[in-house]
């Protein structure tokens, strides 16, 4: 039979640096007030790197006073590219301030308070709104940082002005606003189509011709005939999948692109520089997201306010040729 092999405790580290098991836990936890000699101090960090010594989540939180777990709380949506690198960038982020990152996708019945529970989370990071019940539940179930999504609906809504601004700037009089047709979508397209109809509305622009449009190239077709129907020569997607679609059903339709229809997009995707034309999109600083938010984290942890002068991550216009 197979052995498992035993889990180096901080008993084994203290024997293996000839040292008491307090001095061990003053050394490898870092605890002020305790003037432990520099010479006995590297001695006890040596045997620990030699021995491959971890810490137990739950004495690392007892020392600690909290968990180094972050709950990432994913809307119940499909989870698109923009969203996993985000996950990537907060991931990399935490992980350099000593903290590990859990996602969970809120398409099962469990509250997300029970969530946090199960695995001893410290802070929530959300990518949709909380209400207040939901952060009270979370501050009772001991979540100590709770952050909501900054996808609010001004800044939303500056995303379709930027679109929509963009394509006004190059001579464009009729706009189309590519909708998606997934429901979770629908509240922040909604605010995305709001910040295209204020850009009409600001130059003198009839609203934009709104069409649902299905992430397969018979749907998109039929939505291109429909907005060259009603002459419109510029299209606002809602996220650079549904651009995509439309440039696919452009092709089909014949209708080339951008001389008789622009085309743009949001979220600046991998693949939409590799789109034929290559696509204009709207990006965001996803690092500079993560960075700021796993500094908020950190800092609130540990009990000191987070460094000022972090301004808000905007959005960007990228600028290609598919306008």
């Keep these: 039979m197979r052995q498992v092999a035993k889990r180096v405790t901080s008993a084994d580290v203290a024997k293996e640096a000839g040292v008491s098991r307090t001095t061990v836990s003053f050394v490898l936890n870092d605890r002020p007030g305790h003037a432990i000699p520099e010479e006995t101090r590297e001695r006890v960090l040596e045997a620990a790197r030699r021995l491959k010594y971890r810490p137990h989540a739950s004495a690392r939180a007892l020392a600690a006073g909290h968990s180094d777990i972050v709950l990432l709380a994913l809307p119940d949506m499909p989870i698109g590219d923009g969203v996993s690198r985000f996950a ?4 990399a982020a935490l992980a350099d301030r000593g903290l590990t990152l859990v996602a969970h996708a809120g398409a099962d019945d469990r509250s997300l308070q029970d969530v946090c529970a199960a695995v001893d989370a410290s802070a929530v990071i959300g990518l949709g709104a909380f209400d207040q019940a939901t952060v009270q539940a979370l501050r009772a179930a001991g979540v100590k940082v709770v952050i909501p999504s900054d996808g609010n609906a001004p800044s939303m809504r500056h995303v379709g002005r930027l679109q929509a601004e963009h394509l006004i700037a190059r001579g464009h009089r009729r706009l189309g606003y590519a909708m998606p047709t997934h429901p979770s979508h629908l509240p922040m397209a909604r605010h995305r189509l709001q910040g295209v109809t204020d850009a009409c509305a600001a130059a003198s622009l009839r609203h934009p011709v709104v069409i649902d449009v299905e992430l397969e190239v018979v749907a998109a077709e039929r939505a291109v005939r429909q907005w060259t129907s009603h002459s419109v020569t510029g299209v606002c997607a809602f996220n650079d999948e549904t651009a995509l ?11 080339e692109v951008p001389r008789g229809l622009a085309v743009v997009g949001a979220d600046d995707i ?21 960075r700021q938010r796993a500094e908020a984290v950190a800092s609130t942890l ?17 600028g290609r040729a598919s306008s």
Excluded: K, M
């Design 88 to 91: 990537e960038e907060l991931a």
């Design 245 to 255: 679609a439309v440039l696919a059903g452009a092709r089909v339709a014949g209708v």
């Design 270 to 290: 991998p693949t939409a520089a590799l789109s034929l034309p290559p696509l204009t999109t709207v990006s965001f600083d996803l690092r500079e997201a993560g």
């Design 302 to 318: 540990a009990g000191r306010a987070p460094a000022p002068g972090a301004a808000p991550v905007g959005p960007e216009l990228i």
